[in-house]
């Protein structure tokens, strides 16, 4: 029987296809503290968060005992965007008033190379594609709320109905839940996007992203993206600072908007060109074994 391999989600692709997708290793470096009072400071457990431009190889070639479906490409998986805000009271303004506060983006990797139904779900949930359903719910991401940020744990999202953690919804079955796919893809670090359930096959519209490795949500919770450029890691700090230990923020943090980076969005008349461009290239290539073969028949003859 096939030994299986679990691999990391914070571990790069090797494809390169925007600047974005330049997805760095994961690398903690531990610092010494100089003093007693250092030590009994708090710990941000992404504080020694680096970057290291050293991409370890992730895929093997194919041989016998290991598991084909841990093997799938990278490159063609999507990249999806999340815009988060705060809205905190004013200082010195009076009490009632919020002031949004742009947090950054959150570009997130799907991947559907290895989980591709749980991929589907968060894609169309972050293109709006079905908008209002019968059941009075608007399937789209934006304007929802962070309902719950565990400080340096992880933080949960995706409640399209009474932003409380509450309410999931899913494209699959008129709006009902659907069953884990695989747990391939582990909890290893800062930056894990996987699904929010309430039990075995019970996904849906909630997700939650990781602070730090969390080895016990594996084999529980279905890890399907992580995050795909070092901007997204800051973002994610910064969202860090509104998590308390009992989950519920200091403030109001929303997804503002999101959308989709990659594949690049595309118009019919440049789908039109792009074909024209392919079938040209094609038919060029034709030409040219015709004259190769008309020259290597004259060659011939000639001898």
């Known amino acids: 029987m096939a030994q299986r391999r679990f691999l990391s989600c914070s571990t790069p692709r090797k494809t390169d296809i925007m600047s974005l997708r330049k997805k ?89 190379d290895l989980v591709p139904v749980a991929c589907a779900n968060f894609l169309t949930l972050i293109t709006g594609k079905i908008g209002w359903g019968q059941d009075g719910v608007n399937y789209h991401y934006a304007n929802s709320r962070l309902h719950r940020i565990l400080k340096g744990v992880l933080w949960e999202a995706g409640d399209l109905l009474d932003q409380r953690g509450n309410c999931s919804r899913s494209i699959y079955n008129k709006g009902g839940l659907f069953q884990d796919e695989n747990f391939i893809l582990r909890h290893t670090g800062p930056g894990c996007l996987s699904m929010c359930n309430r039990g075995a096959d019970t996904n849906g519209s909630l997700f939650q992203v990781t602070f730090q490795a969390i080895p016990e949500f594996d084999n529980k919770f279905v890890v399907f993206g992580c995050l795909a450029d070092d901007e997204s890691y800051r973002t994610l700090s910064r969202i860090n600072t509104f998590g308390t230990d009992h989950g519920m923020p200091t403030e109001e943090v929303r997804i503002t908007d999101c959308g989709v980076a990659y594949p690049y969005p595309v118009s019919a008349e440049e789908k039109e060109k792009a074909e024209a461009r392919r079938l040209k290239e094609i038919q060029d290539k034709i030409d040219e074994k015709k004259r190769m073969a008309a020259l290597a028949k004259a060659r011939n003859s000639g001898a």
């Not at 506060?101 to 997130?108: P, V």
């Open 24 to 112: 760095p290793h994961l690398k903690f470096e531990k610092k010494e503290n100089s003093s007693d009072e250092e030590e009994k400071t708090e710990k941000d457990p992404l504080a020694g968060l680096k970057l290291d431009d050293a991409l370890p190889p992730v895929y093997k070639p194919h041989r016998p005992g290991h598991d084909r479906t841990q093997m799938g490409e990278r490159g063609e998986n999507p990249i999806v965007w999340l815009e988060v805000q705060s809205f905190g009271g004013g200082r010195g303004r009076g009490g009632g008033v919020t002031i949004p506060r742009n947090l950054g983006k959150l570009h997130f990797e799907l991947r559907n």
